[in-house]
C-alpha cells in the first residue's frame, strides 16, 4: 500500500470531503552517480557552512530570504504555515469547469487522490460522479511542502484524479521565445490536402500501453554490454529534414506506407479497444454507456490561453 503524500480536506461550498493524495507517476530510468574521470572515485555533495567548512545535518538548515544590503530573513516551516492557518490542510474548489477549457501546456504533475477514510467514501463518491457526469473539473488551491498549488481535480473511473497547473504567469508566450514562428504559409491545396490525409490515416485511439520508453531500454542494454565487455551497435542517425522541393513525393510515401500499415493492422487495434483497463479490470467501453471512456478523454487543446499569441 501505498504512502500519501499529503492529507487533509476537499472543500465545495459547505461541503468537505477527507481525502489523501498518492504519486501517480513513476521513472524507471538507471540510476547513475557521478566519478572523476579516469577514477573510480565517487563525486558527492555536501551541506557544508560556508564560513566554517563543517557539515550541517539537514535538520539544522532554515531558510532565510535576501532582503538587500547582505541581509537575511530567517523562516521556518512553521512561520511559513502560519501565514495562510489551515491552508496546509485545505484544498479549496474556488470553481468548476469544462475539462476543454484547460489548454495542456498548464498541467504539470498527476497525483491519484484517494477518499481519507472509510467513513467518508460515500461524500469522496458522490462528488466523482457528479463531476464525471458533468462533465467537469475542479480548480483549486491548497498548500504542499512550503509551496502553493493550483490544482484541477477530475473524476477518472473510480477515483479522483488531481493534476497540479501552472500558474498564469508561469507559461510562457511562445511568440515572445520563439522568434521564427511561421505563420500561414502559400502551401499548395494538393499538399495540404496530402498532408491532411496523412494525419487522418495515421490516427487511431490512444492506447497508452502501446508506447514504450526504448531509448531507457537501450541504455540498460548499454550497461548490460560495457559489464560484459561487448560491443554495442549504435542507433541510427536522426533523418534529414525534408526539403521543399521533396515535399510533395514525400507526403505521398508516407500516405501510402500508412494506409498499408492501417489495413493491416485494422483488426489488432480493434480488438485493443476492448483491452481491459489496467486499474478497473474491465473494458473502457462496455457495461456503463462509454461513460468511463468519457471521463478519461484528454483535454482538448484550447486556441485563447490567456497571455499567448
Known sequence: ???????????????????????ATETHEPTFHQFEEGTSDRIRYQRVNERTGAEV?????????????????????KELDSVAPGRSRSLDVRTFVDLEEIDPVY?????????????TKKTYALLRDAMADSNKVAIAIFVMRGKEYLAAVRADGDLLVLETLFFADEVRNPSEEIGNLPGRLAASQQELQLATQLIEAMSGPWQPSDYLDTYTDRVNKLIEAKKNNEQVTPATEAPQPTSVTSLMGALQASLDAAKTGRSDGKSRRTAGRRRASPRTGGSADAGD???TAARRSAPKKSASRKGVA
Open 107 to 119: 498541467f504539470d504533475k498527476a497525483y491519484f487522490l484517494g477518499p481519507g477514510s472509510d467513513e
Open 1 to 23: 500500500m501505498a504512502r500519501a503524500i499529503w492529507s487533509g480536506v476537499l472543500s465545495f461550498g459547505l461541503v468537505t470531503v477527507p481525502v489523501r493524495l498518492y504519486s
Open 57 to 77: 545535518d539537514y535538520s539544522d538548515i532554515v531558510r532565510g530570504a535576501d532582503v538587500g544590503g547582505g541581509q537575511y530573513v530567517m523562516l521556518d516551516q
Open 289 to 291: 454507456g462509454g461513460k
